[in-house]
């Protein structure tokens, strides 16, 4: 019954192992070995007597736990699942305990304590034991309940083929852990579907707009969809050194439309779009809206020009400062000829008239475009903030 190729010398306290030389199967015992206490114990022993056979044949294994072969692993692979169909809950809890930190542990016995019903028995294997592969955690994540689940998330590595079965079957918990988990990868697909579930769960949004392998367009999207709220903490939580990325993410996607601003642009976005498809929206163009006194497209196109938000754009031209329209201007690389017809129109009727207009010339061969568009930057996150 366990004869093995290798031969295995068990003493009752001894130490497992193997003779030199060894060219047959057999097991070398002393009298009251820890097998015969085995045979005992499986064939008519109490539950106590098992378990008592179970740490003991485990303390054995552990013990030299990183000297044994793969052959004299199979051996105690075998007698411990002998044991274990045998056990009660809590005896196999403390198994699962024990073996799942271990690289060497018995593989069939670690495969059968991971698929058990009981998560507190398959838990400690699920989310720590290196002997499962991805192809034995992912026909667990298939077809086990919400708690297994939860145990794989945890793993400390996580593989894109396995988080697309997790996202996809997983409930709030579980897909929360996983966008937690720094050591799971994504495919497009799962990041994908991370976006989706987080859309209207703020906790959610949070975790994954501060991940670092979020792809671009997938943040752009989580950002446009996010609230004010959830904008705030991931500008709160993230790096310094991915702040500005964040920044940039959140100017893009408009997300700072002015409260304030109770305008539809839809014609003007139209009009720019399909100046812009035949290559034709430039700096002349805006000077004829400015001509014009079409101030909706005067926004949209400098908006357009300067990768600014409309929102951002209307504010500035319709607010109180100015010198709050010279960062657009300059970030759309505009000339001063054209700057200075955008203030004389708004300032038309104002006192003072000719001496903003030096000032305002003054600061604007001064302005970089750099500092405009950082400027621009941090007033769009700042308005989608309040």
Same mark, same amino acid.
């Given at each position: 019954?366990? @004869? ?14 193997? =003779?030199?030389? +060894? ?9 009251? @070995? ?11 022993? @109490? ?6 056979? #179970? ?15 793969? !052959?004299?692993?199979?051996?105690? &692979? ?6 274990? &169909? /045998? ?30 019903? !009981?998560?507190?028995?398959? +838990?400690p294997v699920l989310t720590n034991s290196k002997r499962l592969s991805t192809t034995d955690l992912i026909a667990i994540a298939r077809t086990k309940g919400q708690a297994h689940l939860l145990a794989i998330s945890e793993r400390a590595i996580l593989e894109s083929q396995l988080t697309d079965v997790l996202v996809g079957r997983g409930d709030g918990k579980v897909v929360f852990? *996983?966008? /937690? ?17 987080? &859309? ?15 792809? @671009?367009?997938? *943040? ?15 500008? #709160? *939580?993230? $790096? $310094?050194?991915?702040?500005? !990325? ?33 290559? /034709? ?15 909706? !497209? ?10 600014? $938000? ?17 960062? =657009?201007? /300059?970030?759309a690389g505009l000339s001063w000829a054209t700057v200075e017809l955008i203030l004389r129109d708004r300032l038309a009727g104002r006192p003072a008239f000719d001496e903003i207009i030096k000032l305002a010339r003054r600061d604007y061969a001064k302005l970089t475009m750099a500092t405009a568009q950082r400027t621009l930057r941090f007033t769009s996150v700042r308005a989608a903030?309040?």
């Amino acid at each position: 019954m366990f @004869s093995r190729k290798t031969i295995v010398k068990v003493h009752q306290f001894g130490r497992l192992t193997t =003779p030199e030389n +060894a060219t047959e199967s057999v097991f070398t015992l002393q009298p009251l @070995s820890l097998i015969d206490e085995l045979e005992a114990a499986v064939r008519d022993g @109490s539950a106590d007597s098992r378990v008592q056979t #179970l740490r003991r044949i485990t303390d054995l294994f552990l013990h030299d736990a990183n000297r044994f072969n793969d !052959e004299q692993i199979t051996v105690f &692979d075998d007698v411990l699942c002998l044991l274990v &169909d /045998k056990l009660e809950r809590t005896a196999l809890e403390e198994l699962g305990k024990r073996l799942a930190p271990v690289d060497t542990a018995p593989i069939k016995l670690i495969k059968r304590l991971a698929r058990d019903d !009981e998560i507190a028995v398959a +838990a400690p294997v699920l989310t720590n034991s290196k002997r499962l592969s991805t192809t034995d955690l992912i026909a667990i994540a298939r077809t086990k309940g919400q708690a297994h689940l939860l145990a794989i998330s945890e793993r400390a590595i996580l593989e894109s083929q396995l988080t697309d079965v997790l996202v996809g079957r997983g409930d709030g918990k579980v897909v929360f852990t *996983l966008a /937690k988990n720094a050591g799971a990868t994504f495919s497009q697909r799962g990041f994908d579907r991370l976006v989706e579930k987080a &859309d209207g769960d703020d906790r959610l949004a949070e975790i994954v707009g501060l991940r670092k392998d979020l792809p @671009s367009n997938l *943040l752009q999207e989580l950002l446009r969809r996010a609230g004010d709220a959830v904008l705030k903490k991931i500008l #709160l *939580l993230v $790096p $310094p050194e991915r702040r500005e !990325e964040i920044e940039r993410a959140i100017a893009k996607v408009g997300k700072l439309i002015s409260k304030s601003v109770e305008h539809n642009y839809d014609h003007a976005e139209r009009r720019i779009a399909a100046l812009a498809s035949a290559g /034709k929206l430039d700096e002349s163009a805006l000077l004829a809206f400015v001509q014009k006194r079409e101030k909706d !497209e005067l926004v949209v196109a400098l908006a357009r020009m300067s990768s600014t $938000p409309i929102g951002t754009v209307a504010h500035l031209l319709g607010g109180h400062r100015n010198d709050a329209i010279l960062f =657009p201007c /300059k970030a759309a690389g505009l000339s001063w000829a054209t700057v200075e017809l955008i203030l004389r129109d708004r300032l038309a009727g104002r006192p003072a008239f000719d001496e903003i207009i030096k000032l305002a010339r003054r600061d604007y061969a001064k302005l970089t475009m750099a500092t405009a568009q950082r400027t621009l930057r941090f007033t769009s996150v700042r308005a989608a903030t309040q």
